[in-house]
């Protein structure tokens, strides 16, 4: 079941010299229960993306155009309390007295609540709910793990009292108890003993600050976690240590996850999907085995090639050569194409046209007719 499906989506950034395509022309889906790994050089769009699906743009970004459906289910749907409420009482009282309550989130009842808010299909545009509506998904139904724990986690504030803010946020009829358990709750599952949660982020160390996020990004139990570089500021023990953790709740929760790293590596131990981001646009989408395997895009190419092998005979690292374009004015066609080793006349004049392949897609001259 597809729960997320983004298509077309561009988001720029106007600034004096220009707008910079920071997001241009990005699709993919997420299943529930998957892990989607987004990599690609930094500054290629893939922070940008996700922000954009939160609806976390700030000025003088903005959100051009594309479209971001959200599976809304019945979890979903309950959370719209009010209307939900004074649509159970007025409208479906007597078939609530004469049917069992699993009844009552039946299809045809989803789709009425959707009808009476508007909202004319089950799998609905994120980019046109209201910021109201927003708040409730952000945390509750699609929460984000930031990158920098120590930046992301605010200083002045114990770490316990910073989780049970997103409990009562969403909930806001918790009493205090109940709150706080959960919180003890959510820090047991992920590793950090319960006596820690009154302690303040620089008592904590690097693994438990980004422990303590993940737990903060979990405790309202969503359906979709974005984790922007999770582990790159970790040293590679902790880094191991995380990753496990992330897996293990990824499928004790049957998450389905979204994970931005530039390091493959962590893709290859987590992710079962995975997509690959260049000057804004995704160039290769697919099963991870397959892209791993036998990358078909010669940036996806490039980008395994430059990942030095531990096992392997010792030779001279890889480098794509060259720098990312200025994205205020990509080079024409292929973006690639002033640094691709398979570059053809074509390149810099047209655009390639996604082509499906495999599971996925590929951005690229090299598989058009
Ligand atoms: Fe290289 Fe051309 Fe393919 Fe771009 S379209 S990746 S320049 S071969």
């Not at 050089?41 to 594309?66: A, F």
């Not at 479906?92 to 009842?109: I, N």
């Not at 570089?229 to 040293?235: C, M, R, Y």
Request: aromatic residues 6%; glycine residues 6%.
């Amino acid at each position: 079941m597809v729960l997320l499906d983004v298509k077309n989506l561009r988001t720029y950034f106007d600034t004096k010299l220009g707008s910079v395509k920071a997001v241009d022309d990005v699709s993919f889906q997420l299943k529930r229960g998957e892990v989607l790994g987004l990599a690609g050089e930094s500054g290629c769009g893939k922070t940008t993306t996700c922000l954009s699906i939160m609806r976390m743009i700030e000025s003088p970004g903005r959100i051009l155009g594309g479209e971001i459906s959200y599976e809304f289910t019945p979890s979903v749907i309950k959370s719209y309390d009010g209307f939900y409420d004074r649509y159970l009482y007025d409208k479906v009282k007597p078939a609530r007295e004469s049917k069992k309550e699993s009844t009552l989130f039946d299809e045809a009842v989803i789709d009425n609540i959707l009808l009476k808010r508007g909202i004319k299909d089950r799998s609905n545009n994120l980019l046109d709910l209201t910021e109201a509506e927003m708040r409730r998904i952000r945390g509750k139904h699609i929460a984000m793990i930031f990158q920098g724990a120590m930046n992301a986690l605010n200083p002045v504030h114990r770490v316990g009292n910073q989780i049970k803010e997103a409990i009562i946020i969403h909930n806001p009829d918790i009493d205090y108890k109940e709150a706080w358990s959960k919180v003890i709750n959510i820090l047991e599952t992920v590793g950090i003993d319960s006596s820690r949660a009154r302690d303040y982020p620089h008592q904590l160390s690097g693994g438990m600050k980004q422990r303590a996020l993940i737990a903060m990004a979990l405790v309202n139990n969503p359906q979709i976690v974005i984790a922007d570089e999770p582990v790159t500021a970790l040293d590679v023990i902790v880094q191991s240590q995380v990753l496990k953790a992330t897996k293990e709740l990824q499928r004790q929760f049957d998450l389905s996850m979204i994970m931005i790293t530039h390091d493959l590596s962590v893709i290859a131990e987590v992710c079962e999907t995975l997509a690959i981001m260049y000057a804004g646009r995704m160039v290769e989408y697919g099963k991870l085995r397959d892209v791993y395997k036998e990358p078909l895009h010669p940036y996806t190419e490039a980008l395994i090639s430059a990942f030095p092998s531990i096992t392997g005979p010792k030779t001279e690292l890889y480098d794509i050569g060259g720098l990312p374009p200025d994205l205020r004015n990509p080079p024409s066609g292929c973006r690639f194409h002033p640094r691709c080793s398979k570059v053809m006349p074509i390149c810099s004049k047209e655009a390639p046209r996604t082509t499906k392949i495999r599971d996925g897609y590929v951005l690229c001259h090299l598989y058009q007719d």
